[in-house]
């Protein structure tokens, strides 16, 4: 019963950026991929970027080229940084294993705004 924590929502302004971070109860950074998804108003929920045990890293044509996954086995945190250029980035942002999300089981996720 691993618990993942979401944090560094908010409000943005179009064109910024913001950092998200995501954090583990159990160490299993180094056991499975992890991923930050998002569900915007009104839209499915999305896989925004992932990155797996050995670094590898995919990010969603949405967000390519100005989105950036990390994972810090140390502080065990999963990083995302994103630069917030449009409105539809807006929605919450929930970070999972590829196991948990696969069985559809999420964590209350944090609330990206971004305005103009």
């Known amino acids: 019963q691993v618990q993942l924590v979401e944090s560094g929502g908010g409000l943005v302004q179009a064109g910024g950026s913001l950092r998200l971070s995501c954090t583990a109860s159990?160490?299993?950074?180094?056991?499975?991929?992890i991923g930050w998804y998002r569900q915007a108003p009104g839209k499915q929920r999305e896989l925004v970027a992932s990155?797996?045990?050995?670094?590898?890293?995919t990010y969603a044509e949405s967000v390519e080229g100005r989105c950036t996954i990390a994972r810090d086995t140390a502080g065990e945190t999963v990083v995302l940084h994103l630069n917030s250029r449009k409105l539809e980035d807006t929605g919450v942002y929930y970070c999972?294993?590829?196991?948990?999300?696969?069985?559809?089981?999420w964590g209350q996720g944090t609330q990206v705004t971004v305005s103009s």
């Open positions: 999972n294993t590829n196991q948990r999300a696969t069985l559809n089981d």
């Open positions: 159990l160490r299993i950074f180094s056991i499975d991929v």
């Open positions: 990155i797996s045990v050995g670094g590898h890293t």
